[in-house]
């Protein structure tokens, strides 16, 4: 059950990776992006039974001793805000695959928009399932990149305080 910790992420980073490398087919990058987050959703109702029922589960990666190695630690709170986290961003995910096939794409790139969100969800996960500050920051940090470039995707600006016209 502890091989089962980096899933999410691994999922997350798998799908982007796929998903970066079919820009023409959107719909491709849909079903990628949709089968990355059920399957994460999923992972992490099992992470939600598995510390209900036997308590929390930590895994070093890499081989390294504990102050060097990579540590995935997941709790009750941890799998509790995973599993919701997911959940939202799938809910999110699907309401975003709707909205990408009205006329408001006609400006934007939608082809970088879901390997990006992927992305925001492996920092996500990463962060939810760190055992350590440094390992805590790195997910901090994949989640605020993914963040900006998504925010650059707006379809025109906001206008910054301005009242919308009418």
């Not at 929390?56 to 390294?64: E, H, I, R, T, Y």
């Not at 709170?77 to 975003?96: C, I, Y």
Request: glycine content about 8%; some cysteine.
């Amino acid at each position: 059950m502890t091989n089962l910790l980096p899933v999410p992420v691994l999922l997350a980073i798998f799908g982007a990776a796929v998903a970066l490398a079919l820009p023409r087919r959107p719909g491709v990058q849909r079903v990628v992006s949709v089968l990355s987050l059920t399957g994460i959703v999923v992972v992490a109702s099992v992470f939600m039974y598995w510390t209900h029922t036997h308590g929390s589960l930590a895994l070093w990666l890499g081989g390294w001793p504990a102050p060097l190695g990579i540590a995935l630690v997941v709790d009750r709170l941890s799998a509790l805000m995973l599993l919701v986290a997911s959940v939202v961003a799938l809910a999110v995910l699907v309401f975003a695959t709707g909205q990408d096939k009205d006329e408001v794409r006609r400006e934007t790139p939608v082809s970088i928009f879901h390997p990006t969100f992927l992305l925001l969800v492996a920092g996500v996960s990463n962060a939810f399932l760190a055992g350590d500050l440094f390992n805590l920051f790195v997910g901090f940090e994949i989640l605020l990149f993914a963040s900006y470039v998504l925010l650059t995707l707006a379809e025109r600006p906001t206008g910054c305080g301005r009242a919308p016209r009418t």
